[in-house]
């Protein structure tokens, strides 16, 4: 069993940065692949970015690649999501998913754990 805690969602200018982190508990972590999605009002959860379990292989949606970086430490069994240059469109609530294995999976469906969601707030 996986939980997972997601932190440092907030309301930001569009331009602006935010750190999120994910939290996980257990021994385990590093056998889990981990991915961020997002969920924008009125519309369907969408794949963001995932990482391997060393952390060395990564995986990005178009609309993010070059402005969001994916990373893990697995001594701190956390994942995070830096994102830079913010846009309105990228409001939406963040939820962290964990996925045994190596897959880089980016089907919500693939995924075994999931945390509550961070809101990440925009403004034009």
Sequence with gaps: QVQLVESGGG?????????????ASGRTFSSYAMSWFRQAPGKEREFVAAVG??????????????RF???????KNTVYLQMNSL??????????????????????????YWGQGTQVTVSS
């Design 69 to 75: 970086t994916i990373s893990r430490d697995n001594a």
């Design 11 to 23: 309301l930001v200018q569009a331009g602006g940065s935010l750190r999120l982190s994910c939290a």
């Design 53 to 66: 379990r060393r952390g060395i292989s990564t995986y990005y949606t178009d609309s993010v690649k070059g």
């Design 87 to 112: 846009k309105p469109e990228d409001t939406a609530v963040y939820y962290c998913a964990a996925v045994m294995g190596p897959s880089l999976a980016r089907s919500q469906n693939e995924y075994d």
